[in-house]
């Protein structure tokens, strides 16, 4: 039953890990909201992105150009991801907080849920890949 859905089941264990691990790595005294430490869709698209890679190294060592030239697409696209979500968190994912809270805090659909689907969508897109081509 597991070996069916483990492509949409990591990817979301992962992303619950990763904001369990932000929470708790939150200074005592940090008045910040805690609505930023939900926000791991950029580390999720580094993790497909080093996953890609080593797909890209195993390729290369089994002498399978093909597979190596579609590895290199999904890492140049996974690159281009990084940007696209650096240029939202740069302009569009920031909202002051509410007076009890200090400084900013992220805007839930552009600063949170897009790019956190966004990651999730890459990680689970690697794994597809990976599945298809027998890496």
């Not at 890609?52 to 690159?79: C, H, P």
């Not at 240029?87 to 994912?93: H, Q």
């Not at 809270?101 to 597809?128: D, K």
């Amino acid at each position: 039953m597991l070996g069916r859905w483990y492509p949409v089941i990591f990817p979301i264990a992962f992303a619950v890990i990763s904001v369990i691990v932000k929470l708790l790595s939150r200074r005592n005294d940090d008045d910040s909201p805690h609505r930023n430490d939900c926000y791991i869709g950029q580390s999720l698209v580094l993790g497909s992105l080093s996953a890609s890679l080593v797909y890209l190294i195993r390729a290369i060592l089994a002498n399978k150009d093909w597979l190596a030239l579609e590895t290199i697409v999904l890492s140049g696209g996974l690159l281009l991801l990084m940007l696209v979500l650096a240029y939202l968190d740069r302009y569009f994912a920031w909202e002051e907080a509410p007076p009890p809270l200090s400084g900013y805090q992220r805007e839930l659909v552009w600063g949170i849920m897009v790019p956190n689907v966004t990651g999730m969508m890459a990680f689970f897109t690697v794994f597809i890949f990976s599945k298809l081509r027998g890496l």
